[in-house]
């Protein structure tokens, strides 16, 4: 098939996208009410100008010497541990079971940052260090949509000649939802502006690193994402949505009733950064409270606790197909418990699918062969008689040439099966770790090849019957190139390319048997 034969179907799927974007996906006007929360801003650079990024840290009372006291947290998904050195959490780590063995991924070490949901205030000797822990229990919160939920509630208190300071929080035990009850009393009347500190997921394997960037609520309330090096001196104000994510767990802020964070901005550090919300000046004692989202990008879990987190999946236009797979990949996992046997089970039903479409495709195919070859004698009968000619070429092409173009259709409802497959299989946390034969992690790439060779050599048997002794070499060099892509791809995305090509190898034989 050449380009002329590919134009007509691209030129209508362009449209078709279009059509998409322009009538069900309209861009949402901003309201008036909109025009404070989530305007971004870049901060000065000197004090003359305005109000610069404020990012230092000065403890009251760090060198007074206090044994450190950790209070661990077993919860159904992992385990937290606070420390009273500046009532944060120090650590974290997820619990997963994969081929039936329990698999602890870090999220969170002490050596990484100072730890999450530190507060801070401006000035000499103005932070508190050490807190006395309170009260630890476990609770129940009734809620109207979801009803009664298990919590373990953590509550800290501190006190310096500047500042009393509480802080509770609340961890739920069906969700990675932490919720922060923060309580501030001045004792100056200068007042305070305090500042909350919570890292980026900081994971103990080498091959995310480096993976970082910030998450942030737009006005229209879509989520976007910055890179590092975009983050020097942006910033939030009044945020809805606001914080980091690497590859597969996220940690942002996506409720804060009472509007704490009058601005939010980031701190980078190397490959990682922190987020840092900075209140309004208070003089007198207040009350906020604020929740957290810290733990896998999940799409049952982002979904459960607000829907707006489901943009850090960038499933875009394809969001509806790509969870539509991804159920279908988890319904396999539950019977196969193996998430390789799960994609290969996914690929043979999307086969399954396509198995009219490519039947009729192929039929299509042979028409316009035999269109061409007619065409072609066409052109040799009248090639003496132009006007001719251009009657029968047109009339012909008019009964019999266009339609054989409906050969493309298979190819083009892969399309989006492949894009929506590729969102899911990239980053999905549903394969980070997750075995699969000789392959330690369907996450990342194959570290044999192997995959990525079934891919080559199975195009290139299929393309080495087609066209001329030259057209083979082009689709030989092809096949090659395209193997060479996919050894970069994810494994579990490889795994569907190849068992896919596997598979139209055996159409393809099993066609020509049955001249179907």
Known sequence: MNFKDL???????????????????????????????DRSFVAPTCVQVAEPLDFDIDFSDAVAKRPTEITEIQLPYGVVRFTNDGAVIHYSAYRRILAGKETIIETAVPSASKGAFLVAFHGIGSTPFYYN????????????????????????????????VIKEFSLFHDSFVIDLKLTIQPKTA????????????VTTD????????????SHGGTVEKKALTELVRFGKEYPSLFGLEDLYFLNTLFKDAQ??????YYKTEGLSAQ???QSSLIKEKKTWNLSFYCGPKELKSLSKVDSRLEGVLEYGWFAPLSKLLLSVLNFFYGIFKSYGFAIIAVTILVRLLMLPFTLKGETNRRKNVDAQKKLAYIEQKYKHDPDMLARERAEYTRKYVLPGLLGTI????????????????????????????????????????????????GMIFQLAGTGDPRQRVANMLIAIIIGAFTASLSAGLTLFISVSTLLG??????QKEFKL
């Open 206 to 217: 080498e091959s995310i690193n480096g993976a970082v960037k910030a998450v942030v609520s």
């Open 505 to 510: 190898i055996a159409q393809t034989a099993l």
């Open 133 to 164: 822990l309170k009260e630890k229990k476990d609770d129940i919160v009734h809620t109207q949509q979801e009803g009664d939920k298990k919590v373990t509630r953590v509550v800290y208190e501190a006190d310096t000649p500047l500042v009393h």
């Open 410 to 457: 298979p190819l083009l409802l892969q399309i989006p099966i492949f894009i929506g497959l590729q969102r899911v299989l990239s980053h999905a946390i549903e394969l980070y770790k997750a075995p699969f034969l000789w392959i330690p992690d369907l996450s990342a790439s194959d570290p044999y090849y192997i995959l990525p060779a079934i891919v080559a050599l």
């Open 275 to 277: 987020a840092v919300l």
């Open 190 to 201: 200068e007042g305070v502006r305090p500042r909350i500190f919570f890292p980026a997921p």
């Open 7 to 37: 134009l007509f179907p691209l030129s209508l799927a362009l449209l078709a996208t279009w059509g998409l974007q322009r009538f069900f996906f309209p861009q949402q006007p901003v309201s008036e009410t909109e025009l404070v929360a």
């Open 259 to 264: 509007k704490f964070s009058q601005r939010a």
